[in-house]
Nanobody, 114 residues
Framework: VLLVESGGGLVQAGGSLSLSCAAS????????MEWYRQAPGKQRELVAT???????NYADSVKGRFTISRDNAKNTVYLQMSSLKPDDTGAYYC?????????WGQGTQVTVSS
């Protein structure tokens, strides 16, 4: 299984970014896919989840600002982020869950300047 994140970068507060997670070896449409983030000195936290039935869940801190989605044909999961805040700064990781196993990508850095 390989998960490759992309799309991170530096953005001003109030701006937008779209992250991608290209998956191989795991089918995003039938497995639970998640985005996590980790700020410096803090624990990794769950940001968003998309389930096999396409239902989604979000951390309270990002509700209304972030949207998780997937493209089954491309086997890719996305995280559209808007109204970004400095507190959104961190490394963003894609996670795939299949059966009892979890798989992580290498992460992509998002930095939001004030």
């Amino acid at each position: 299984v390989l998960l490759v994140e992309s799309g991170g970068g530096l953005v001003q507060a109030g701006g937008s970014l779209s992250l991608s997670c290209a998956a191989s070896g795991i089918t995003v449409s039938i497995n639970v896919m998640e985005w996590y983030r980790q700020a410096p000195g803090k624990q990794r936290e769950l940001v968003a989840t998309i389930n096999s039935d396409s239902s989604t869940n979000y951390a309270d801190s990002v509700k209304g600002r972030f949207t998780i989605s997937r493209d089954n044909a491309k086997n890719t999961v996305y995280l559209q982020m808007s109204s970004l805040k400095p507190d959104d700064t961190g490394a963003y990781y894609c996670r795939g869950n299949r059966d009892i196993y979890t798989y992580w990508g290498q992460g992509t850095q998002v930095t939001v300047s004030s």
